[in-house]
């Protein structure tokens, strides 16, 4: 059954770096999502990506924070200078279409870990 | 404007006794409603969706849900627990065509006892 994969599973960083997601949508979708989930707190939306361009955001998703398709396959979350607070589980996720009807399959997450 | 609630954040069982997790909901719109299953340090499983057709949907592994518009509420149920039902659950809401963000509960987290 296909499914989303992410790398890397953990990442460690220092404060100030950068750091760069990765994630594997299922093949055929054409949407793709990232959540992040802090330790303890519920998953929270973060942007939603279409056609190359991002269709919608949320207030977590500020300056630092960027998303690029940078080929056919991977989608990735870039996070410029990170700070303890992006310490958190990030959850990526694709769907064939946008209707509400449809399901989001997320993927493995990554645990992002910022000393 | 959606929001979703479950309403215990711990729910523990017997093996083999039935399972109850409490989901209310509210949406602008006739929302969309899923359960999502996340096991230590896995990723997020969907277990069931609502989407208008049938009120009472099945899912994976005997769980089932009945979405009751009258009572906001989308409770997930199972029959008899099993130890590898230990887990936590999320409620999911998405509204109408169009709108991409979905809406996460807070998780309720499943303890089945020997």
């Known amino acids: 059954e296909p499914e989303v994969t992410q790398t890397p599973s953990h990442q460690v960083t220092q404060m100030g770096q950068e750091v760069i997601l990765r994630c594997v949508p299922i093949s055929n979708h054409l949407y793709f999502y990232w959540y992040r989930q802090i330790l303890g707190q519920k998953v929270e939306f973060l942007v939603s990506?279409?056609?190359?361009?991002?269709?919608?955001k949320s207030e977590i998703f500020d300056d630092q924070f960027s998303v690029e398709r940078p080929d056919g396959s991977n989608f990735t979350l870039k996070i410029r200078s990170t700070k303890l607070e992006d310490s958190a589980m990030y959850f990526c996720?694709?769907?064939?279409?946008?209707?509400?009807?449809?399901?989001?399959?997320f993927g493995p997450g990554t645990r992002l870990t910022v000393l | 404007a959606q929001s979703v609630t479950q309403l215990d954040s711990h729910v523990s069982v017997s093996e083999g006794t039935p399972v109850l997790l409490r989901c209310n909901y509210s949406?602008?719109?006739?929302?969309?409603l899923f359960w999502y299953v996340q096991h230590p340090n896995k990723g997020l499983q969907l277990l069931l969706k609502y989407t208008s057709a049938a009120t009472l949907v099945k899912g994976i592994n005997g769980f089932e849900a009945e979405f009751k518009k009258s009572e906001t509420s989308f409770h997930l149920t199972k029959p008899s627990a099993h130890m590898s039902d230990a887990a936590e659950y999320f409620c999911?809401?998405?509204?109408?065509?169009?709108?991409?963000?979905?809406?996460f509960g807070t998780g309720t987290k499943l303890q089945v006892i020997p």
């Open positions: 996720a694709s769907s064939e279409t946008s209707g509400s009807t449809d399901t989001q399959y």
């Open positions: 990506f279409y056609n190359n361009e991002i269709s919608e």
């Open positions: 949406s602008s719109y006739s929302p969309s």
């Open positions: 999911v809401v998405s509204p109408f065509e169009g709108y991409q963000k979905v809406t």
